[in-house]
């Protein structure tokens, strides 16, 4: 099992920057790729970044240039930094962890993020 535990999200205004974490525990030896994920009033869930075990990253094309993910592996921790935030930023943000092997992946309860034009 894998736990994930997400802070660092509020309120701030449009062109500001927040920058989120997620601490994982538990089997995280099993763990490939983390990332981040959110989910807007209405919409489905989607990728906003990813980062994998050797370091590789991945981005929504909607915040390229503007969020950078990275990750502290002495300190099991994965960031977001969101620059330059838009109003359509605003979500519920997820942290995941994916096993490649079994398929698995695991979910943290989400942060909120609100951006105000």
């Known amino acids: 099992q894998v736990q994930l535990v997400e802070s660092g999200g509020g309120l701030v205004q449009a062109g500001g920057s927040l920058r989120l974490s997620c601490a994982a525990s538990?089997?995280?030896?099993?763990?490939?790729?983390m990332g981040w994920y959110r989910q807007a009033p209405g919409k489905q869930r989607e990728l906003v970044a990813d980062?994998?075990?050797?370091?590789?990253?991945n981005y929504a094309d909607s915040v390229k240039g503007r969020f950078t993910i990275s990750r502290d592996n002495a300190k099991n921790t994965v960031y977001l930094q969101m620059n330059s935030l838009k109003s359509e930023d605003t979500a519920v943000y997820y942290c995941?962890?994916?096993?490649?092997?079994?398929?698995?992946?695991?979910w943290g309860r989400g942060t909120q993020v609100t951006v105000s034009a």
């Open positions: 995941n962890a994916h096993n490649n092997r079994y398929m698995r992946d695991y």
């Open positions: 980062i994998t075990s050797g370091g590789s990253t």
């Open positions: 538990g089997s995280i030896f099993s763990i490939n790729v």
